[in-house]
């Protein structure tokens, strides 16, 4: 079950295969994977396509998942984190 925590965090690690990792907040990491979703529409779990628009395909991603694999040796991964000031 996914912590609901999550749902209230405004920052994310982005993990992308081969890159180092990125700190994002929430809006952008919704635009990376409607990016990725729409690059990649051949690996959208039947979940995601029934889903009308990438934005709503995205945040049903961000809410339920904290991967999306695009291909062989290919993914994203984002974990909500607590940044203190």
């Known amino acids: 079950m996914v912590d609901p ?3 209230t ?3 994310f690690v982005l993990l992308r295969s ?5 700190f994002v907040s929430r ?3 919704l635009d990376i994977l409607q990016e990725e979703l729409a690059r990649h529409p051949e690996v959208r779990s039947p979940d995601l396509e029934r889903l ?11 809410e339920t998942s904290y991967e999306f694999v ?3 040796g ?6 909500a984190v607590r ?3």
Do not use: C, I
Not at 18 to 22: C, K, M, S
Not at 52 to 62: D, F, G, I, K
Not at 74 to 79: A, D, I, N, V
């Open 70 to 72: 695009v291909g062989p």
């Open 52 to 62: 009308n628009t990438l934005e709503e395909q995205a945040v049903q991603l961000l």
């Open 27 to 29: 809006s952008e990491l």
């Open 18 to 22: 081969q890159q180092p990792e990125v």
């Open 5 to 7: 925590r999550l749902y």
């Open 74 to 79: 290919e993914f994203l991964q984002w974990y």
């Open 83 to 85: 940044l203190d000031k």
């Open 9 to 11: 965090s405004d920052s």
